[in-house]
């Protein structure tokens, strides 16, 4: 599978230029667009949030607390819901595609977290240069967030996976899905500390492995310390089973889904 | 490199009662299968060597375009397996999956790569596919915008940019104008004879006889007839005329081996069969298609080339002396009866039209009950293409060509195949003259 994945990296490659081209074709501003939308969304989380409502964390003193805590929770999380959302869809969108050219079915999910990962890294580039000018850069613990990055894409690409397929056969997973995820997003800690949480909720947030996440995250980018590595074993298994079950649902039922579509 | 070998090949599409059937069967894997299995193709066995042209011939719904997906992979079987060796270049249908919303250049791109060529070769390519399409400045606007015949063109130019082990081509040709499907055929040509092997879906007989050396004959999803083209021709026209031999699938079984086509041409007339006058009272009348005429006055029992038994062609070799029977039953006296025929192409052009009054002749009178046969024997000097044939059947003849009552006109009452002759000179055109040459170098 990895070899027809590397034999394939001209077509993956190809596919994630082309949809950056295709979403900013007939602008006039182009690809000045593919930062100014990002770049948007996080003066909006840091400036107004920090001058403009004064929002404070509590404990928190630092003028930028809560828009960092803001932006690492929701630019993970936005990596993990564009990657779940897309290729929940991707089979679908693609039936074209998959019913008249024969080549490795697994490149879709590539293509959909690649592209996912570039959005992805010009937003958090621009996050990286905020956090650099305003002094808040955490310094070398920034590195750890690579492992926390490989473990949220498996976690959405397993996820992804077990959803696109089944969501072939049965069109009513991609509806319910697109309704789950909003309630998943408020009730992981993102927009609100954990620590506001009562205490026997803050206890079922073991069973979110997206919660131990973006705590990492949080960790990482709002307090320069180490994520929580025990606590993101259970996510890391969460990750590893999806990534399983994905796979394997899709060997099975990859053949009967060109007949389904 | 190029040999195609299916072995035991069966595709089937689950069928559920509902929705909720498909979720019981993944949920409850152990209480057994809740769905229906519809079976598309059965019992596909077939070998095809290297270098090979093989037509799929059948009906709409035959499983042709089925067999093509399973061999170009797209669709996986249910049973049996398929092996090909070598690259495969397949235009399924329209297209090769384009997106609409790219240009068609970034498309080209795109089905290159899925190709498996690499984007410097792609770009090397890039002149000669726009070149061939031939479709201008529309290479750089989006896919959505193109005519079907413009991303055939297109698609076409990016299957067959490098030659092939194996080329797939399923009646995509057929959308494109009549110059650019020369050129394809030309380029597929050469395929053919540098060594690729082709499988090719079409419903023109001419071309099938053309470019093939072997057909496949689907019919119902299994292999009727696997041999020489002209047989599998015959078969399917018979098929589509609605008399298929009901022993083609035992047939099929002792099938022989590829042979070359040749068609001789008769330069005699078929001598003519005995009229038998009791089967044909008994006979069901025939019908037309929409537009006919029929009157409770006269049935027609018969209207087709038949050789020297009585047997009804429909595949008939070009320049070949034929015998047009039509025969009609008389429900009443007819004092000046009058047969006549009408043949048209498949653009309802009329390529030859006559009747017995105007040619001068006087078939009757006919009795109530009687039979009228008229054969018209002549050389079919048409070229290679499928027409259809109209009779009528009028009375009392005047002026030019007008008669007081029709009887009886059947509108295509039924279609028919002139198939090239290998042994003539070539010529395009729509009838040939058969020109003598007489020259001389001074």
Redesign the interface.
């Given at each position: 599978m990895l070899r027809a994945l590397w034999?394939?990296r001209?077509?993956i490659g190809?596919?994630v230029q082309?949809d950056f081209?295709?979403r900013y074709?007939n602008t006039m501003l182009g690809a000045a667009w593919t930062v100014l939308n990002p770049l948007a969304m996080i003066v909006v989380y840091t400036v107004i949030f920090s001058q403009v409502m004064q929002s404070k964390l509590p404990g928190e003193v630092s003028r930028f607390g809560y828009s960092i805590y803001l932006c690492a929770g929701i630019l993970s999380w936005g990596l993990f819901a564009e990657i779940v959302t897309r290729a929940q869809n991707m089979f679908i969108d693609n039936a074209?595609?998959?019913?008249?050219?024969?080549?490795p079915r697994i490149c879709l999910p590539a293509i959909v977290a690649s592209n996912a990962l570039v959005n992805f890294a010009i937003i958090f580039g621009l996050f990286t240069v905020f956090l650099l000018v305003s002094g808040q850069f955490p310094g070398a613990v920034f590195a750890l967030l690579l492992p926390l990055l490989v473990l949220e894409v498996a976690l959405a690409i397993g996820l992804g996976l077990v959803l696109g397929v089944l969501n072939v056969?049965?069109r009513d997973v991609g509806q319910f899905f697109q309704i789950f995820i909003q309630f998943w997003f408020w009730l992981t800690p993102v927009v609100y500390p954990a620590a506001i949480l009562p205490p026997a909720l803050r206890d079922l947030l073991v069973f979110n492995p997206m919660a131990a996440v973006t705590g990492g995250f949080q960790d990482v980018l709002l307090h320069g310390r180490a994520p929580d590595w025990a606590g993101l074993l259970p996510a890391t298994l969460c990750a590893l089973a999806l990534c399983v079950l994905g796979l394997r649902l899709f060997r099975k039922r990859?053949?009967?889904m060109?007949?389904e579509l | 490199m190029g040999a195609i070998t299916v072995s035991g090949l069966g595709k089937a599409?689950?069928q559920y009662p509902t929705?909720w059937a498909?979720?019981a069967e993944?949920l409850l894997p152990w209480s057994g299968p809740r769905h229906r299995a519809h079976w598309i193709l059965q019992d596909i066995d077939f070998h095809i060597a290297a270098g090979e042209a093989v037509a799929l011939i059948g009906i709409n719904g035959a499983g042709k375009s089925t067999l093509l997906?399973l061999i170009?992979?797209?669709?996986?079987p249910t049973v049996g397996s398929v092996a090909t060796h070598g690259r495969?270049a397949?235009l399924?249908?329209l297209?090769?999956?384009?997106?609409p919303?790219?240009t068609g250049r970034?498309n080209v791109?795109?089905?290159g790569?899925?190709m498996?060529l690499?984007?410097d070769r792609i770009t090397t390519l890039m002149p000669e596919i726009e070149a061939f399409a031939g479709i201008g400045d529309y290479i750089d606007q989006p896919v959505r915008v193109y005519s079907s015949g413009m991303q055939m063109r297109l698609a076409f130019s990016v299957a067959t940019c490098e030659r092939p082990d194996i080329l797939i081509v399923d009646e995509a040709l057929a959308v494109g104008d009549v110059f650019f499907q020369q050129k394809c055929f030309d380029r597929i040509r050469g395929f053919t004879a540098a060594g690729t092997t082709l499988l090719f879906v079409s419903h023109s007989m001419g071309t099938v006889m053309n470019i093939c050396d072997r057909a496949l004959y689907i019919r119902q999803g299994r292999v009727a007839f696997d041999g020489a083209p002209r047989t599998a021709a015959d078969r399917y026209q018979a098929e589509l005329l609605g008399h298929a031999p009901v022993d083609a699938a035992d047939e099929a079984a002792c099938a022989p081996i590829p042979v070359a086509v040749s068609v001789s041409v008769p330069t005699e007339a078929p001598a003519a069969p005995p009229v038998d006058a009791d089967r044909l009272r008994t006979s069901v009348a025939l019908s037309g298609s929409d537009g006919s005429i029929v009157t409770a006055h006269a049935d027609c029992v018969g209207a087709a080339f038949v050789d020297a038994d009585g047997v009804a062609l429909t595949n008939i070799g070009a320049d070949q002396q034929v015998r047009l029977r039509i025969d009609y039953l008389a429900h009443r006296d007819l004092d000046d009866p009058h047969v006549g025929f009408k043949i048209r192409n498949r653009h309802g052009i009329v390529l030859f039209e006559t009747n017995t009054y105007c040619m001068h002749q006087t078939p009757g009178p006919v009795s109530a009950g009687g039979v009228l046969s008229a054969s018209f024997v002549f050389a079919m000097q048409l070229a290679p293409e499928e027409y259809t044939l109209t009779v009528g059947l009028g009375n009392g003849g005047y002026d030019e060509g007008n008669f007081r009552e029709v009887l009886n006109y059947l509108h295509e009452v039924s279609a028919f195949m002139v198939l090239p002759d290998a042994a003539a000179i070539r010529w395009s055109g729509m009838t040939n003259l058969a020109p003598r040459l007489e020259c001389a170098t001074l």
């Open positions: 034999h394939s001209g077509f190809g596919s082309r081209q295709a074709r074209n595609l998959l019913k008249k050219a024969n080549f056969f049965f990859a053949g009967e060109v007949d | 599409y689950k929705r498909r979720l993944w997906k170009t992979g797209t669709t996986l495969v397949a399924l249908e297209g090769l999956g384009f997106h919303d790219f970034q791109l795109m089905a790569q899925l498996g690499d984007a």
